[in-house]
């Protein structure tokens, strides 16, 4: 069974920095495409950035320069760097996964589509003060 758990979360001021944590237990995390999400009070869950998890990353326009995803193998653990952030990336963060099939190539951009993923974890809250 797949379980994905994030972490990392926290109370940053504007300006700052966080960097969220997901781990993936019960297979390798090679085997999957993995996305970040996020979701504000009183809006729709969105996309921030998405991963073949072998080098080539899509990223929202609203985070691109900002965000940076990274990967530990030996750790079976993704990252996201947030930098610079505002008070509207204030939200629940959430690490989702889907199994690899073949089309990251040709639709990478629909990885930042939740329907996209199976596996989802729990949250973790990021919350930006002025």
């Known amino acids: 069974q797949v379980r994905v758990v994030e972490s990392g979360g926290g109370s940053v001021q504007s300006g700052g920095s966080v960097r969220l944590s997901c781990v993936i237990y019960?297979?390798?995390?090679?085997?999957?495409?993995m996305a970040w999400f996020r979701q504000a009070p009183g809006k729709e869950r969105e996309g921030v950035a998405a991963?073949?998890?072998?080098?080539?990353?899509t990223y929202a326009d609203s985070v691109q320069g900002r965000f940076i995803v990274s990967q530990d193998n030996a750790k079976n653990t993704l990252y996201l760097q947030m930098n610079s952030l505002t008070l509207e990336d204030s939200a629940m963060y959430y690490c989702?996964?889907?199994?690899?099939?073949?089309?990251?190539?040709?639709?990478?951009?629909?990885?930042?589509?939740?329907?996209?993923?199976?596996?989802w974890g729990q949250g973790t809250q990021v919350t930006v003060s002025s």
């Open positions: 019960g297979y390798s995390y090679t085997n999957f495409y």
């Open positions: 989702a996964a889907s199994p690899n099939n073949g089309r990251w190539g040709s639709s990478s951009r629909s990885y930042l589509n939740e329907a996209s993923h199976m596996y």
């Open positions: 991963t073949d998890m072998r080098g080539s990353t």
